[in-house]
């Protein structure tokens, strides 16, 4: 069979389209906007985005084993109101009720994996529900008022050191190690997986808690640049880190994932929202331009997806 060529790889990289978008959207905002690439415009873009962006790696990895989490903008606002809840009682020192918080976390992507794998029900459902349990808990402990924190304001660029370790050290997990082939062979075929002896279960639900530990972790670190844990932090953000994922070229369905496609989808969903706020387009309207997105790249990927079957 001929090998193909340098384009045709390029082509077939799952990557190819997010990174073309981005382009264009940095283009046409510049154009309309002489200060949309300013320095501190871009401050202010990567202060919003590294937050998301430490919950959409870990669900890339998530996704490409076949499952998704919709807890993660819950589990986002829960990890912050937890810490400070005991940091501000007196409970615990900062530090001490940081790790209580993640442990927390964790303990809820446990259940969640657990249930998934062990009680076969679908992660929609599973995740539905973990959302409304600790959305509703977060609110109960609060009684919906925000705690009290103190701030960093100005340091987003340490969170933003955060977000490009997940990055790195995910990705190179994904593609360079043995459990990120687990990953990608849980996702792609589980029962053929199961079969070679990979562990999909327990593949799943480590993946389950590290997603819920990061989505806390984000949520700490939003509060502190906030000076704000706010119960109703991270709703909707659920659904916005999936989007980015699958803009970014995971398959929805598993078995192919790539954390540099979904860096690019982040930043292409937040380049938008700062954008069209900035070149004057009613922020009301950023869900059409998210809608769009995602179907126009739905519709790139599966073109792309066949002419690299196709061998075009």
């Keep these: 069979m001929e090998r193909p060529t340098i384009l045709q790889r390029i082509i077939a990289r799952p990557e190819l389209g997010p990174f073309i978008l981005l382009v264009l959207e940095l283009v046409v905002f510049q154009s309309i906007n002489a200060d949309f690439l300013s320095a501190k415009n871009i401050s202010n873009t990567l202060a ?86 600790v959305r509703g808990t977060a609110l109960y402990l609060t009684d919906g008022f925000p705690q009290r924190t103190w701030s960093a304001e100005g340091n987003w660029l340490m969170s933003l050191l955060w977000f490009v370790a997940a990055a790195l050290g995910l990705g190179y997990v994904l593609t360079q190690t043995k459990a990120g082939n687990w990953i990608q062979a849980a996702g792609g075929n589980a029962g053929a997986a199961r079969a070679r002896g990979v562990l999909v279960g327990r593949t799943r639900i480590a993946l389950f808690t590290l997603t819920s530990v990061m989505a806390a972790f984000a949520g700490v670190i939003s509060s502190i640049r906030t000076s704000a844990a706010n119960p109703n932090s991270g709703t909707g953000y659920e659904l916005e880190v999936i989007a980015m994922v699958v803009i970014g070229g995971t398959a929805l369905t598993g078995g192919r994932g790539t954390v540099v496609g979904t860096v690019l989808g982040i930043f292409i969903l937040r380049v938008m929202r700062n954008g069209i706020v900035l070149i004057g387009v009613p922020g009301l309207a950023y869900n059409i331009f998210i809608g769009a997105i995602i179907l126009g790249m739905m519709g790139l990927h599966s073109w792309l997806e066949r002419r690299h079957q196709a061998g075009t």
Excluded at 105 to 129: D, E, M
């Design 48 to 133: 919003f985005t590294v937050e998301l962006g430490l919950i959409a790696v870990p669900m890339t990895l998530l996704m490409t084993s076949g499952e998704f989490d919709l807890s993660v903008g819950s589990v986002f606002g829960f990890g912050a109101v937890l810490m400070w809840t005991f940091f501000n009682s007196g409970t615990t020192s900062l530090e001490v009720g940081f790790v209580i918080a993640l442990v927390i976390a964790g303990a809820i992507g446990l259940v969640n994996g657990w249930f998934v794998t062990r009680l076969k029900i679908p992660s929609f459902l599973v995740t539905l529900g973990m959302l409304l349990v």
